[in-house]
């Protein structure tokens, strides 16, 4: 069965240490991964995805087919970084979208 | 407009009560979706739209009937809900259907609560 697992429901950090938000998932197809992201008071919004390989607001994450992970990653946490993330797995030829349980981070002053 | 937009922000029901959430867009996308998220929970997808077709209905009770009256317009026309019903209720809308790789516009949500 497809799933998406994120192992933390609260990561904190301080400002300027690195963070690592883990993401595994489940799925015999070719998977589509991305991360989303909700801050405070905020709408849910994509953050990024793997087949774009591009980094957005200096976080990166890199698909790892062997370990079937897709960690998301920044080398300098902000304050503003604080949200809720999750970590989503697309099926091929559909619509369907399958979300991980979601990561708190909280960065501190 | 880029935006995703839900209607009405709050709604409170009772069990025997009929109401519909609405949900718009005008971005020209042509699939749209219907999640629901109970509170400290990931999103759950309900049902899509795909081109004004059903193309998804995650086995959701019957009380649940969605409707897609144009390429913009997404409603959910709720009937005899129950407590447990009470949640978030998302909308999100993509460029394509039938493909995984689009990104999903999310719009603020309606707060449901069945009394």
């Known amino acids: 069965a497809q799933r998406v697992t994120q192992p933390e429901k609260l990561l904190s950090v301080f400002k300027g240490a690195p963070v690592e938000l883990k993401c595994n998932y489940s799925?015999?197809?070719?998977?589509?991964l991305f991360w989303y992201v909700q801050y405070s008071r905020q709408r849910l919004q994509l953050l990024l995805r793997?087949?774009s390989r591009e980094s957005i607001k200096g976080f990166t994450a890199d698909l790892n087919k062997g370990e079937t992970s897709f960690h998301l990653k920044k080398p300098f946490a902000q304050e503003e970084d604080s949200a809720m993330y999750y970590c989503?797995?697309?099926?091929?030829?559909?619509?369907?979208?399958?979300f991980g349980t979601g990561t708190r981070l909280q960065v501190f002053p | 407009d880029t935006e995703v937009t839900q209607t009405p922000k709050h709604l409170v029901m009772g069990m025997t009560n009929k109401k519909s959430l609405k949900c718009e867009q005008h971005m020209g996308h042509r699939a749209m979706y219907w999640y629901k998220q109970k509170a400290k929970k990931p999103p759950e997808l309900m049902f899509v739209?795909?081109?004004?077709?059903?193309?998804i209905n995650e086995s959701v009770p019957s009380r649940f009937s969605p409707e897609c009256p144009n390429s913009s317009l997404l409603n959910l026309h709720l009937h005899a809900l129950q407590p447990e019903d009470s949640a978030l209720y998302l909308c999100?809308?993509?460029?394509?259907?039938?493909?995984?790789?689009?990104?999903?516009?999310f719009g603020p949500g309606t707060r449901l609560t069945v009394l």
């Open positions: 799925y015999s197809g070719s998977p589509e």
């Open positions: 989503a797995l697309s099926l091929n030829n559909t619509d369907k979208l399958i």
């Open positions: 739209y795909s081109y004004e077709k059903l193309s």
């Open positions: 999100a809308s993509s460029p394509q259907g039938g493909t995984a790789y689009n990104e999903q516009f």
């Open positions: 793997h087949i």
